[in-house]
């Protein structure tokens, strides 16, 4: 697949390391593991989306906007790295976003993503739920457009036709960089939220003709939503390049055994998975995605419900400044 038809602006340092992880190996008595940063994007503290602003941000750039808007969770990381994408392009920003919990704490109203935010110059806009959302995206667009602005909408994690071409790229790296460590992975696993991630990297796979599995962990609602999700998205990377892409249902594997209570709220598996992590390789995950899934990871790594796994490979998706967000899970009570 072509992607220089596609508009694009250069967010990312560069390719992201792919990279062993010996001293998770060596804890889990296995075989060689592997970890794709994408925490090491370089926009705002890194993340997934920042591949995806790369094109969703081209393409509002392309059509002459001046001001993005956006939406997500008060700790989205999408809206974050969509803020410090406005900022470096000189464009204003607008995000709607509301509380995925009922009840949340102080440091989950002030910390995290929410201060980077608003340190990033984004214009906050709170609704009491994701539908409510869409009615005030829809207010804020043509509250701009009155005032003469050109409002550019990005969907939640740009996780449309357009915001996938990043992930489509993802795959097309990932392949040269393992063919560079000579390793040949059977899976791939990464969290799958708002689905773009996911499907975006499994169409590149496969317009690339690789057979690698891609596993998604759910980090909230169940499987088969979650597939609901990437087809969709599937189908509209089609429609946006005008490529078939041939991906079986069967190729769309989901697993929403690690999700917890829902998204937001931290799993003990998860907690477990984190800790592990940090104190073997010295690489922080979040609670909301990252840890859900590599608590996945090392699930299926145990048991091999997806079969025998060779050279499998960790997505690490971004999120670390949520984790400011949940000092009172991690640290409860605890002064120096």
Same mark, same amino acid.
């Given at each position: 697949m072509d992607l220089t038809a596609f508009p694009r602006v250069k967010l990312m340092h560069g390719d992201t390391p792919l990279h062993d992880l010996p001293g998770l190996g060596r804890a889990l008595g296995t075989q060689r593991l592997l970890i794709k940063r994408d925490d090491c994007t370089g926009l705002a503290f890194g993340g997934n989306k920042t591949r995806k602003l790369e094109f969703a941000l081209g393409e509002a750039l392309r059509r002459d906007?001046?001001?993005?808007?956006?939406?997500?969770?008060?700790?989205?990381?999408?809206?974050r790295q969509t803020a410090a994408a406005a900022?470096?392009?000189?464009?204003?920003?607008?995000?709607?976003?509301?509380?995925?919990?009922?009840?949340?704490?102080?440091?989950?109203?002030?910390?995290?993503?929410?201060?980077?935010?608003?340190?990033?110059?984004?214009?906050?806009?709170?609704?009491?739920?994701?539908?409510?959302g869409i009615e005030c995206i829809a207010a804020l667009a043509g509250r701009?457009?009155?005032?003469?602005?050109?409002?550019?909408?990005?969907?939640?994690?740009?996780?449309?036709g357009v915001g996938a071409l990043g992930y489509v790229a993802c795959a097309q790296e990932l392949l040269r960089q393992c063919r560079d460590i000579a390793a040949a992975?059977?899976?791939?696993?990464?969290?799958?939220?708002?689905?773009?991630?996911? $499907? =975006?990297?499994?169409? #590149?796979?496969?317009? +690339?003709?690789? !057979?690698? %599995?891609?596993?998604?962990?759910?980090?909230? /609602?169940?499987?088969?939503?979650k597939r609901i999700r990437v087809r969709r998205v599937l189908d509209d990377l089609a429609r946006t390049t005008g490529t078939p892409v041939q991906v079986p249902d069967e190729a769309i594997v989901v697993l929403d055994?690690? $999700? =917890?209570?829902?998204? #937001?709220?931290?799993? +003990?598996?998860? !907690?477990? %998975?984190?800790?592990?992590?940090?104190?073997? /390789?010295?690489?922080?995950?979040?609670?909301?995605?990252t840890a859900k899934a590599m608590s996945g990871f090392l699930d299926l790594l145990a048991h091999a419900r997806c079969g025998p796994m060779r050279d499998p490979v960790f997505l690490h998706t971004g999120g670390t400044p949520a984790l400011f967000a949940y000092l009172d899970h991690y640290l409860p009570g605890t002064a120096m």
């Amino acid at each position: 697949m072509d992607l220089t038809a596609f508009p694009r602006v250069k967010l990312m340092h560069g390719d992201t390391p792919l990279h062993d992880l010996p001293g998770l190996g060596r804890a889990l008595g296995t075989q060689r593991l592997l970890i794709k940063r994408d925490d090491c994007t370089g926009l705002a503290f890194g993340g997934n989306k920042t591949r995806k602003l790369e094109f969703a941000l081209g393409e509002a750039l392309r059509r002459d906007a001046d001001v993005i808007i956006t939406t997500g969770a008060w700790q989205s990381n999408h809206v974050r790295q969509t803020a410090a994408a406005a900022a470096r392009l000189g464009l204003r920003c607008h995000a709607v976003v509301h509380s995925p919990l009922p009840a949340p704490g102080g440091d989950y109203r002030r910390s995290g993503n929410l201060l980077l935010d608003r340190l990033l110059g984004c214009t906050l806009h709170d609704v009491a739920s994701e539908e409510a959302g869409i009615e005030c995206i829809a207010a804020l667009a043509g509250r701009e457009a009155a005032t003469g602005a050109i409002p550019h909408v990005v969907t939640m994690g740009a996780s449309d036709g357009v915001g996938a071409l990043g992930y489509v790229a993802c795959a097309q790296e990932l392949l040269r960089q393992c063919r560079d460590i000579a390793a040949a992975p059977s899976h791939i696993v990464l969290a799958t939220g708002s689905a773009g991630t996911h $499907a =975006g990297l499994l169409a #590149g796979l496969r317009v +690339a003709g690789s !057979d690698i %599995a891609v596993v998604g962990i759910s980090v909230s /609602e169940p499987a088969e939503s979650k597939r609901i999700r990437v087809r969709r998205v599937l189908d509209d990377l089609a429609r946006t390049t005008g490529t078939p892409v041939q991906v079986p249902d069967e190729a769309i594997v989901v697993l929403d055994d690690y $999700a =917890g209570q829902g998204y #937001g709220v931290p799993t +003990a598996a998860g !907690d477990v %998975a984190l800790r592990l992590l940090a104190r073997k /390789e010295g690489i922080l995950l979040d609670p909301v995605y990252t840890a859900k899934a590599m608590s996945g990871f090392l699930d299926l790594l145990a048991h091999a419900r997806c079969g025998p796994m060779r050279d499998p490979v960790f997505l690490h998706t971004g999120g670390t400044p949520a984790l400011f967000a949940y000092l009172d899970h991690y640290l409860p009570g605890t002064a120096m």
